[in-house]
Nanobody, 122 residues
């Protein structure tokens, strides 16, 4: 049982940066992989990035490679998603989730946060 809360979203101009946080409570967090997904209005949820329990292995969607960076601090029970060079197409609600492996498939994750809104203006 893991409870997740996302934070750090907001409104930024294209080219700007944001850092999202996903903080966990409940059972052991350090044993979980964590993934970030996003969903824009009228569109399906899509994979963004993921990280394994130790932080050694990461996975990124092609659309965010070179711009986003995922990291974790297990002592703080938090995973971060740094977002640089933001584009209007990055506008979405961003969700974090925990699972056994850092895959890009939503159903591989067990617990989900409620999301944080990111809006990128042109």
């Amino acid at each position: 049982q893991v409870q997740l809360v996302e934070s750090g979203g907001g409104l930024v101009q294209a080219g700007g940066s944001l850092r999202l946080s996903c903080t966990a409570s409940g059972r052991t967090f350090s044993t979980y992989a964590v993934g970030w997904f996003r969903q824009a209005p009228g569109k399906e949820r899509e994979f963004v990035a993921a990280i394994n329990w130790s932080g050694v292995s990461t996975n990124y969607a092609d659309s965010v490679k070179g711009r986003f960076s995922i990291s974790r601090d297990n002592a703080k029970r938090t995973v971060y998603l740094g977002m640089n060079s933001l584009k209007p197409e990055d506008t979405a609600v961003y969700y974090c989730a925990t699972g056994s492996t850092p895959w890009d498939i939503p159903r591989e994750y067990d617990y989900w946060g409620q999301g944080t809104q990111v809006i990128v203006s042109s």
